[in-house]
Nanobody
Framework: QVQLVESGGGLVQPGGSLRLSCVAS????????MGWYRQAPGKERELVAN???????NYVDSVKGRFTISRDNGERSVYLQMNSLKPEDTAVYYC????????????WGKGTQVTVSS
């Protein structure tokens, strides 16, 4: 059974930084995309950033230049370095891994709260 566990969320002042981590356990195809999504109160869940097993990376426009996604295939981990945080970054952040194989699955973590406030 695959489990994703996020950590690193918390309360930070505007302009501050946080580093989110997500570690996967269980059997997952090496052909996958790892990503971070977020959901703010009253809003739909949105993709923040993702990184493919081949190395391609995507960011939502609102975080470009401030957030950096990375992955460690050996540790089956994905990270999100968040700098210059803004109040509008406040949300629950979710880790996701989606497999690119026949009958591939999509797995979600339970989320970690990020609050940016003075």
């Amino acid at each position: 059974q695959v489990q994703l566990v996020e950590s690193g969320g918390g309360l930070v002042q505007p302009g501050g930084s946080l580093r989110l981590s997500c570690v996967a356990s269980g059997t997952i195809s090496s052909l996958n995309v790892m990503g971070w999504y977020r959901q703010a109160p009253g809003k739909e869940r949105e993709l923040v950033a993702n990184i493919y097993s081949g190395g391609s990376i995507n960011y939502v426009d609102s975080v470009k230049g401030r957030f950096t996604i990375s992955r460690d295939n050996g540790e089956r981990s994905v990270y999100l370095q968040m700098n210059s945080l803004k109040p509008e970054d406040t949300a629950v952040y979710y880790c996701n891994i989606r497999e690119f194989v026949k009958n591939g699955q999509s797995y979600w973590g339970k989320g970690t709260q990020v609050t940016v406030s003075s």
